[in-house]
């Protein structure tokens, strides 16, 4: 999740019980580096989505850009959570075009599912459905879409259900990581849910998942990007009842997935934020943080795997969070989200991001 509206929607009158421990980030003491310049970078609006939509994670499949479900606004105007929805709409974009094509729908209205390509099809995994009031019913399954396919068909589940993660391609494997998972056996609401530390990975063969080296830290929200064969888990939140506090930690899933080690830790805490990978660099977008007065974020970090080391691109035009990111030929697509923290100022902007 990526918003404290919706979270606090989601508790009602509800209280987490008292998850098993779970792994935090804990920062090691470091000078404050001196700040460097900021880079630049352009920006260009493209076709907008054909909805305002967020919580999204696109995916780039047979050579379009794909935003499958997310919380799509009902209307024109967003000022709250009952102004969104989930959606079952999945759109696909081709670079060049000069609109969105509609593909097929998901098997059911999801928000936060996991989108990725691999071993010849389109995946979606995990996410959250809603049923009356209640938006938070934690999925496990996981669907497919073959090209030219004229509808979506069930794939290898999840061990348990799992949400707001981070993934990639590590290797041969696709690994899932972190996000939230029920804490017990209710799954309805937001507070039914903890962050969690759970790796899964799944094959070529698409046979089903096996565990893989649990996440140091277990954060929801991160930004993740796969870069030089490793998987990197950037920021986060830990969610905790009504508290959501952002982190900096950067994890890095090493070749083989089968170890994970920490890396120089984001200038700035964030969650909510999307990342890809641009000339040999992560770039991290937006974000929103709830410490003190909610709100989203404009800055781009940019981060150098060589050096290990960050520093900061021309900010986007307007804050935002909540939204997807897709690298392709060197660039940057920027997809949906909210101008605001929490679901107000929903957004259907399309923005291509290029390092100068």
């Given amino acids: 999740m990526r918003r404290r509206d919706l979270l606090l929607a989601g508790l009602g009158a509800a209280t987490l019980g008292a998850p098993a421990a779970r792994a935090q980030w804990t920062p090691e003491p470091r000078p404050r580096p001196e700040r460097p310049p900021v880079a630049r970078a352009r920006?260009?609006?493209l076709p907008p989505l054909p909805r305002p939509v967020q919580e999204i994670y696109p995916a780039f499949f047979d050579a379009r850009i794909v935003v499958g479900g997310g919380f799509e606004a009902k209307g024109r105007v967003v000022n709250a959570l009952t102004d969104l929805a989930p959606t079952a709409a999945v759109h696909a974009f081709r670079p060049g075009a000069r609109g969105?094509?509609?593909?097929?729908d998901l098997p059911l209205p999801l928000h936060h599912p996991f989108l990725v390509a691999f071993a010849g099809r389109l995946l979606a995994i995990g996410g959250f459905t809603a049923r009356g009031s209640s938006l938070w019913i934690m999925e496990r399954r996981v669907f497919l879409l073959a090209r030219g396919a004229s509808r979506w068909e069930e794939g290898p589940p999840l061990p348990r259900p799992q949400a707001e993660v981070a993934g990639g391609i590590v290797g041969d494997r696709l690994v899932i990581a972190g996000g939230r998972t029920p804490a017990e056996a209710a799954n309805a609401n937001y507070a039914d849910h903890g962050d969690t530390q759970d790796c899964w990975l799944?094959?070529?063969d698409l046979a089903g998942w096996t565990a893989g080296p649990p996440l140091p830290s277990a954060v929801n929200s991160a930004a993740f990007a796969a870069l030089n064969g490793r998987l990197h888990v950037i920021g986060g939140r830990y969610s905790t009842g009504s508290r959501i506090r952002n982190v900096p930690v950067h994890q890095v899933l090493e070749p083989g997935a089968k170890a994970w080690v920490l890396r120089a830790p984001m200038p700035a805490a964030?969650?909510?934020h999307a990342a890809a990978v641009a000339g040999g660099r992560i770039?991290?977008?937006g974000g929103e943080s709830f410490e003190g007065t909610p709100r989203a974020h404009a800055e781009v970090f940019r981060y150098d795997p060589a050096t290990?080391?960050?520093?900061e691109t021309a900010p986007l035009p307007e804050p935002r969070h909540g939204l997807g990111a897709v690298a392709v030929a060197g660039r940057i697509h920027l997809l949906g989200g909210a101008e605001a923290a929490g679901g107000r100022a929903t957004t259907a902007s399309h923005l291509l991001f290029t390092p100068v």
Avoid: E, K, Q, S
Avoid at 100 to 104: E, G, K, Q
């Fill in 308 to 311: 290990d080391r960050w520093d």
């Fill in 270 to 272: 964030r969650g909510g």
């Fill in 283 to 285: 770039h991290t977008f």
């Fill in 202 to 204: 799944l094959g070529p």
């Fill in 43 to 45: 920006y260009r609006v």
């Fill in 100 to 104: 969105w094509d509609r593909l097929p």
